[in-house]
């Protein structure tokens, strides 16, 4: 195996990634707010602005998911055991005795197995959840309509939770960009979409001949 410097993340994925986090953090921002946390904007703007948000972001999703299962990038979040404790353990402990991160990044491998099943579970399950609840929200009125308040109440709940849960995945993820390497090495690669990989010696021929411009 060579490490060498790769385009690992495609402008797609760099773009889809910069427009999610703008998104997300404007839908919790104006979300909390129209729950009443702090009244920065006014209940219209907030609600406004949450629902275009929303529905944009839904849009991305929808294009991300296409994209993904056409390029066969999908297969990056199929989870593995394979390595899962040893990384489980070093952000347990490992990491605060300066040990060295037990996974390589690899050319078809490039989330490491705890961030391959939290991802996977962020789109399976979170995602899925505010997209349906939220829709719900927007759309009591067609189906509320024979149910009590109490109905739409528990909706907004369950959406509320589900978007802390978002909030505490978000945290974790900026405070695991200050570990390990530096910081702009953590960011870079989603900048300029090239990062350190090991490659096999098929993989860096391929690379030179076929794609020269997507290595170092």
Known sequence: ???RSIMLFTRFERFWHWSQMILIMVLLFTGFGIHGFYTVLDFKTAVGLHTVSALVLLLLWIFAIFWHLTTGTWR???????????VAKFYAYGIFRGERHPYRKAYWRKHNPLQALSYLALKLFLFPAIWISGLL???YSLWGGALSGEALA???MFHTAVAFAILIFVIIHVYLLTTGHSFKEHVMPMINGFDEVDLSAEEEAYLEKDEPDHIR
């Open 1 to 3: 195996m060579t490490l």
């Open 76 to 86: 990056h979040y199929v989870p593995t055991s394979n390595g899962l404790l040893k």
């Open 137 to 139: 929200y927007l759309m």
């Open 154 to 156: 528990w909706v907004a």
